[in-house]
């Protein structure tokens, strides 16, 4: 997982959709997604959104976000269909970002949001697109890429209080598309994992061992790296098998900024709570200059909160339960990002990446009868993770 900057956006950007900008730069896309050796993609049931489009329904997008360029495989449906997309983007991408690339971005319908603040702008901006707009939006309500092909992390509720919202005012139907983004390797990606092992193993100063079973091996350096995480945090190595080690050290790092900010009301998700936590890690800092150690202090702080994202993003049985080359090779880059600190893993070997559209959701418009964005969040998560297991499924049997 990548490490961005937590702080105050420095300012808005606005989409600056242009549609024939978008057509010019597909081959842009269709470049990286060469590169990544992301041969094929396959659209499914993209009928489903053509028909929300011409139907005039505002139409919100909601995929799992489960590696990079994900985003670009589903801009092929933008391709297919002739319709660009608005996507909501981390401002942090605009912020590492040069004044070239944020035109670009911005050119391409994205447009920023603060996560870890209330954004009017960014709020104000999804919901006129949804009710005004004639191009979908694109919302990835995880929040951050995973690496779980097969597994949808907890939708956060963003993206449904958008759709409500704009539901209840609209002059059209507000319709919810879940989309299932699935890679598979059409080669061997195993040599390619065995030699990032080998420098995963010298990182922790040890001697590579190829001769042992490739997922022993990865076992291996996941516990010891949680382990020097725990002797750091807690100053011992906890018991218990690795999902159980995972969450309890999630809820230690969790709970001692909770008590630490006074927050006495914490969100339902991990990533809620987290989000929260910078919150008034920002709030402080916003409130004067801070001392040296101060300064410190609210680093740190911050860096346990990345710590906390990336337990939060280990599922400790992933592997173990179905240890197929896809979970294997994730888990690997998860591995590789986490503790060699590069931006992208390794690009193992060639994938087809099947992307499937789900039957669309109308949005209710009463509020006296509406679900709680809550409520809607999992509705969604789970129509995602249904079309993932099909498609894991189909998988097995082809």
């Not at 209840?168 to 990032?196: E, F, H, N």
């Amino acid at each position: 997982m990548n490490s961005q900057p937590y702080q105050t956006p420095p300012r808005f950007w606005a989409p600056k959709l242009t549609p024939w900008f978008c057509r010019c730069f597909r081959h842009m896309r269709d470049r990286d997604l060469s590169r990544n050796q992301i041969v094929e993609v396959e659209l499914r049931n993209v009928d489903h959104l053509a028909r929300a489009i011409d139907n005039s329904h505002g139409v919100l997008i909601t995929p799992n976000h489960s590696f990079h360029f994900d985003s670009y495989c589903l801009l092929r449906a933008s391709d297919q269909l002739t319709t660009p997309f608005y996507i909501m983007t981390a401002w942090q991408v605009f912020g590492i970002s040069t004044p070239w690339q944020q035109w670009v971005m911005q050119k391409n319908g994205c447009f920023s949001v603060n996560r870890e603040g209330v954004d009017t702008e960014s709020f104000k901006t999804a919901v006129d697109i949804l009710q005004n707009r004639p191009h979908p939006l694109v919302i990835f309500p995880e929040g951050d890429i995973y690496h779980t092909n097969d597994h949808v992390t907890p939708f956060r509720e963003g993206a449904a209080a958008i759709a409500m919202a704009a539901a209840r005012k609209a002059q059209r139907p507000v319709s919810a598309i879940p989309v299932a983004l699935r890679a598979k390797y059409l080669d061997d990606p195993i040599p390619s994992v065995v030699k990032t092992l080998d420098a995963l193993e010298r990182r922790l100063l040890w001697t590579p061992n190829p001769d042992l079973p490739t997922v022993e091996r990865i076992l291996r350096i996941a516990s010891a790296a949680l382990a020097l995480k725990e002797c750091e945090v807690l100053g011992s190595v906890q018991s218990g098998n690795l999902p159980q080690r995972i969450h309890s050290l999630l809820e230690e790092v969790l709970m001692r900024h909770e008590k630490k900010y006074e927050i006495k009301n914490p969100g339902r998700l991990p990533s809620d709570r987290i989000a929260e936590i910078r919150r008034r890690i920002i709030g402080m800092q916003k409130n004067g200059p801070l001392s040296f150690n101060d300064q410190l202090r609210s680093q740190r702080d911050m860096d346990d909160m990345f710590l906390a994202t990336q337990l939060y993003s280990y599922r400790g049985d992933y592997l173990v339960a179905d240890p197929t080359p896809e979970r294997i090779a994730e888990t690997v880059d998860k591995l590789e990002e986490d503790l060699l600190k590069v931006t992208y893993p390794t690009v193992r070997a060639p994938r087809k990446v099947i992307v499937e559209f789900g039957p669309p959701n109308l949005v209710p418009s009463d509020k006296a009868n509406s679900p709680s964005p809550a409520d809607l969040s999992s509705k969604w998560q789970q129509q995602v993770q249904e079309i993932l297991n099909r498609l894991a499924q189909s998988t097995l049997n082809t």
